[in-house]
T-cell receptor, first 114, second 114 residues
Framework: DTGVSQNPRHKITKRGQNVTFRCDPI?????LYWYRQTLGQGPEFLTYFQNEAQLEKSRLLSDRFSAERPKGSFSTLEIQRTEQGDSAMYLCASSPSSYPNGYTFGSGTRLTVV | GDSVTQMEGPVTLSEEACLTI???????????LFWYVQYPGEGLQLLLK?????DKGSNKGFEATYRKETTSFHLEKGSVQVSDSAVYFCALSTTQGGSEKLVFGKGTKLTVNP
């Protein structure tokens, strides 16, 4: 197991386009999280899955954002009609059920909206 | 709501100097506390953690003690190396809503010069 994998590493898109990011968690981890990190700030929580169920969404996750985790394995985060303010690093993390052990983070997807 | 305040950087030290990065928190209940490190171009890595008052987390020569009376979790290292250059994030884990999401500070960039 190579840890949490995120693709793509970088994405440049024009304002108004849709983008989708993928996260492959550690296989035995049933919890998956998405965070957003803007320049000079710490990561901010976006949403959380336990298996395939999306159990919590932050107010940061506007209607243009949608996340899925079919079959409780990989997850996708889609942003529709991107805006320049969406430019950030999008981080995925996973953890086992046992608490508290902290997360394992992926390397992130850096989104630039031009 | 829950929050983390950490010492603003950047911090620049010479090799073998002592390091302290201050971190204080505000939380309801009894959070777990973490330090994460982010090396250039990489994702966040868990450096150390503490789950209850007076616990000391340690790893790679770094230490932090969970001080409930001062709501603090300061990161310390007696002798830093060039390879410690990175951004350090203090975080707490809250179980509000059952998600065990992390709340991060803004990060402190450390540069160690030879």
């Amino acid at each position: 197991d190579t840890g949490v994998s995120q693709n793509p590493r970088h994405k440049i898109t024009k304002r108004g386009q849709n983008v989708t990011f993928r996260c492959d968690p550690i296989s035995e981890h049933n919890r998956l999280y998405w965070y957003r990190q803007t320049l000079g700030q710490g990561p901010e929580f976006l949403t959380y899955f336990q298996n395939e169920a999306q159990l919590e969404k932050s107010r940061l996750l506007s209607d243009r954002f949608s996340a899925e985790r079919p079959k409780g394995s990989f997850s996708t985060l889609e942003i529709q009609r991107t805006e320049q303010g969406d430019s950030a690093m999008y981080l995925c993390a996973s953890s086992p059920s046992s608490y508290p052990n902290g997360y394992t983070f992926g390397s992130g997807t850096r989104l630039t909206v031009v | 709501g829950d929050s983390v305040t950490q010492m603003e950087g950047p911090v620049t030290l010479s090799e073998e100097a002592c390091l302290t990065i201050n971190c204080t928190y505000t939380a309801t209940g009894y959070p777990s506390l973490f330090w994460y490190v982010q090396y250039p171009g990489e994702g966040l890595q868990l450096l150390l953690k503490a789950t209850k008052a007076d616990d000391k987390g340690s790893n790679k020569g770094f230490e932090a003690t969970y001080r409930k009376e001062t709501t603090s979790f300061h990161l310390e290292k007696g002798s830093v190396q060039v390879s410690d250059s990175a951004v350090y994030f203090c975080a707490l884990s809250t179980t509000q809503g059952g998600s065990e999401k992390l709340v991060f500070g803004k990060g402190t960039k450390l540069t160690v010069n030879p």
